[in-house]
């Protein structure tokens, strides 16, 4: 497979051929998958059981102590947001798609015009430069 090509030189682009996976590199990746998966669902139930616990706690505890402030509202929120997150991770991302990909890179390279676009590059020194801008009040 020869690299693509440079943006703006006279060579073909060279279409990107993903790297092929091995019968066993599926089954790993499925397995540790699943044992996310079952991961998450005990968390879950824990999640659920916990908050069931609490939420019956306020409950009980307000008929005889007439308390107003729903105290588990904030663990079921802030708990809750990373169980969101973690579902999220798990079932809601789509794979990014060779087609994706391209579009992304002929929209950096129409919108740079040839030149580096949205990369940090390490190379530039003028970013590590001590005299430069943010220490250079007459600029």
Not at 24 to 34: E, G, K, P, S
Not at 47 to 57: E, G, H, K, S
Not at 98 to 122: K, M, T, W
Not at 127 to 134: A, H, R, V
Request: overall charge positive; aromatic content about 14%.
């Amino acid at each position: 497979m020869t690299p693509p090509s440079r943006p703006g030189s006279d060579a073909e682009p060279v279409a990107f051929e993903p790297p092929t996976q091995t019968e066993h590199d599926l089954r790993r990746v499925a397995v540790r998958r699943l044992k996310r998966k079952q991961a998450f669902r005990s968390h879950l139930f824990v999640y659920v059981t916990i908050n069931a616990l609490f939420w019956t706690m306020w409950i009980v505890g307000g008929l005889v102590s007439q308390w107003i402030v729903p105290w588990p509202l904030f663990p079921t929120i802030v708990w809750g947001l990373f169980v969101v997150g973690w579902w999220r991770d798990l079932y809601g991302r789509r794979s990014i798609t060779e087609d994706q990909i391209q579009r992304e890179v002929e929209r950096l390279r129409h919108a740079s015009n040839g030149e580096p676009h949205d990369v940090f590059d390490l190379r530039d020194r003028s970013f590590f430069d001590p005299t430069g801008w943010p220490f250079d009040r007459n600029r």
